[in-house]
């Protein structure tokens, strides 16, 4: 599948992208992965709405149109059912679809063919199908987009058998768990922040997806600490950190761990964890109710992290209701920094 | 009967007030969004006023609408009150909905409008439904629906259509074919060549109306109105406008050109087109239609300053905010 105006895509696939190491953007972290793959392997293409000349409704995509050309950067129709759908097909009969869904509200319009044909093929046909693509879903409140445009699904994908999701927060996991996902031969679903694609970070970019060392279902422990562990993942490991950082001027040393994925989820790095330090808190965007929080709770409690426990878990998650406009409402719904600072300091305080 | 026919002095009057009071109510969003005090996005319908007033004002008093992500014009040509419409894109307490909706979700369902919607195609089905439970409950109220010539691609609009269709109800199905959905062409989404021409397969005629031609949008609404008020089942209109502004705060306008946007903007603005033919005809004089601009601008002005000194809400109604009550 040769770029539409070029003839000698050979060429460009010899040294495609810089592996030069940089300071760069979220967004450009993953448009470098979108880039590594597309010229390391011509069956990759993307489709969704307004990836093209728009760029994508979040700029992730800039550019890609004029390097690669409409036939691999495919612009659609608004018919999200019909993407996804047609990313199912396309997988199935040898090519490796990227899907961008425009703000990830929108897959719900593309239940079915996510979850009832690409999570169950592989299994229902015996093995014979594989369903490779990768579906990118731009999540998350603080923007001021209300109920529809603000919400973080992931535990809906999570909860599927069939589908691996990840969610990565660095800008470097951002390039490495893409590529990973590229390369998987099974639907992974991409879960990203919107707030989190103008943060700045290293990035050493990978030659070929190969390169990428990320591997789906590993955990990290990206903060070190002896007092609590604390669990997050995408916009809510930053928070985590940040609120870390400032206990850690009052002495309370403040373990993290970032899930990355959310299926199949590490919990083997956060039993490890608390085992060490006793104290657990979890902390997502998404209502704290049945939301993967939960799935972590369950797990740790379960295991002989158990008999470790020196008080309570405690989960610092969204609040139970559907997104509101108005800034205060919608901060109030959101898990701030502060209230991790809060909750943390309150957690290490407990009496065992 | 229309609530006003924009052939009649009074109704022309009325309609041209609206009109402005529509490009004026967006026109201070802007403004309110340059100076930073309004936050989110807004999807403006300027340009496209004439498919708003011509359509609501052929509805009958109890009759419902259902809008879309680009609702501000279908609001206020419905009824709603602009101070309440600032409030609410300005997530204050007397807002529409107390501040929690913003602008995508403005809806005022006591006067029949059923609401702005966030999701393409989202509100098409509900429309349906609208109609069936008036129908069911012995109204002769009809439903009218808005929708974009993007919505037309989303499985909604087939399934609507098509239960519409078969169950007869009275929705007046119409399309606001601003040209793009975003940044994709309608011709290059629309296979067919139109979204009129899609009713043929459900069995609806599918009308095409000049979008910028208020009274030609009030006559087909009108006429497609009155036959699902008899029983005649849905129809389906496509009217041709456009879009000057960005589809939203993130557009940089790249997929068509300044030359293509002004010349809608100066050869075919429905507001320009209908005073000056308002003047030809002698409907209306120059007199008042200066009144239907100052009236206009002076109902913005005192909403604006008024929305702006409403409190805003506290974090406690959250609380009652999710669940109804019996
Ligand atoms: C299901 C769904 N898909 C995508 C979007 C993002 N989106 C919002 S408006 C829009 C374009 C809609 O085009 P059209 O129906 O023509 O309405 P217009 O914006 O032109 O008024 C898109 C893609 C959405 N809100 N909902
Ligand atoms: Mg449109």
Redesign the interface.
């Known amino acids: 599948m040769p770029a539409a105006d070029s003839t000698d895509t050979v060429d460009t696939i010899e040294d495609p992208v810089s592996t030069e190491v940089r300071t760069t953007t979220y967004a450009k972290a993953v448009a470098a992965a979108l880039r590594t793959a597309m010229h390391a392997d011509e069956r990759v293409f993307m489709a969704g709405e307004d990836i093209g000349i728009y760029g994508g409704a979040f700029g992730v995509t800039d550019g890609l149109l004029q390097e690669f050309g409409e036939e691999r950067i495919r612009d659609t129709p608004i018919s999200e059912d019909a993407i996804v759908g047609m990313a199912v097909g396309a997988a199935i009969t040898g090519t490796r679809p990227i899907v961008e869904m425009q703000f990830s509200d929108f897959v719900v319009n593309a239940m079915d063919p996510l979850v009832n044909q690409a999570a169950k093929l592989y299994f229902m046909y015996g093995g014979n199908v594989e369903v490779p693509m990768v579906l990118r879903l731009p999540g998350g409140g603080g923007t001021g987009a209300a109920a529809q445009h603000s919400q973080s699904l992931e535990a809906w994908f999570a909860h599927v058998p069939g589908l691996k999701v990840v969610a990565p927060s660095t800008v470097q996991d951002a390039h490495d768990l893409l590529l990973a996902a590229l390369v998987d031969p099974n639907p992974v679903v991409v879960v990203e922040h919107k707030l989190l694609y103008k943060q700045e970070g290293a990035l050493t970019p990978r030659a070929t997806p190969e390169d990428s060392p990320a591997v789906i279902g590993e955990a990290a422990v990206v903060r070190e600490g002896t007092d609590l562990t604390v669990v997050g993942y995408s916009l809510n490991t930053h928070k985590a950190l940040d609120a870390a950082e400032e206990l850690a001027a009052e002495g309370i040393d403040v373990e993290v761990v970032d899930l990355r994925t959310l299926r199949p989820l590490d919990t083997e790095t956060v039993i490890e964890s608390v085992c060490r330090t006793g104290k657990l808190l979890v902390t997502h965007e998404a209502p704290t109710a049945v939301g993967v929080g939960a799935e972590v709770v369950a797990a740790v409690a379960g295991s002989r992290a158990f008999d470790h426990l020196l008080a309570p878990i405690v989960r610092v998650c969204g609040r139970e209701n559907p997104m509101p406009y108005a800034p205060a409402l919608e901060a109030a719904t959101i898990p701030q920094t502060a209230d991790l600072v809060a909750a943390m300091r309150a957690l290490a305080a407990e009496d065992v | 009967m229309p609530r006003h026919d924009p052939t009649e002095p009074s109704g022309a009057l009325e309609a041209l007030t609206t009109m402005w009071t529509i490009r004026r109510f967006e026109e201070a969003l802007e403004d309110l969004y340059s100076r930073g005090m309004l936050?989110?996005?807004n999807h403006l319908s300027i340009g496209q006023e004439a498919v708003a007033v011509g359509a609501c004002g052929a509805l009958e008093d109890g009759d419902f609408i259902t809008s879309t992500h680009r609702g501000h014009g279908h609001s206020i040509a419905h009824g709603a009150d602009p101070e309440p419409m600032f409030a609410?894109l300005l997530?204050?307490e007397t807002g529409y909905?107390g501040?929690?909706?913003?602008s995508?979700?403005i809806a005022d369902v006591g006067s029949g409008n059923l609401g702005a919607?966030?999701?393409?195609?989202?509100s098409m089905t509900l429309a349906v439904g609208a109609a069936l439970s008036q129908r069911l409950l012995g109204s002769s109220a009809v439903v009218l629906c808005f929708f974009g010539d993007?919505?037309a691609?989303?499985?909604s609009f087939h399934e609507a259509l098509n239960l519409a269709a078969v169950w007869e109800l009275p929705v007046v199905f119409l399309c606001e074919n601003n040209q793009y959905?975003?940044?994709?062409a309608s011709d290059?989404?629309?296979a067919g060549g139109s979204v009129a021409g899609r009713g043929a397969a459900y069995g609806l005629e599918g009308v095409r109306l000049d979008g910028n031609d208020v009274i030609a949008v009030a006559e087909g609404v009108a006429t497609a109105a009155a036959a699902a008020r008899e029983g005649r089942g849905p129809a389906l209109l496509e009217a041709i406008t456009y879009r000057y502004r960005g589809h939203s705060k993130?557009?940089?306008n790249?997929?068509r050109t300044q030359d293509e946007i002004e010349e809608w903007r100066t050869e075919r603005d429905p507001i320009a087109r209908f005073e000056a033919r308002l003047l030809e005809e002698g409907r209306l004089d120059r007199e008042a239609i200066d009144g239907a601009r100052q009236t206009a601008r002076e109902r913005i002005r005192d909403a604006v300053k008024a929305a702006v000194q409403a409190p805003?809400?506290?974090?406690d109604?959250?609380e009652e905010?999710?669940y109804a009550r019996r």
């Open positions: 936050h989110g996005t609410e997530g204050r909905c501040g929690r909706g913003g995508m979700h919607n966030g999701i393409v195609a989202g993007g919505a691609n989303e499985g959905g975003m940044s994709m290059l989404s629309t993130s557009d940089r790249l997929y805003e809400p506290t974090v109604v959250l905010a999710v």
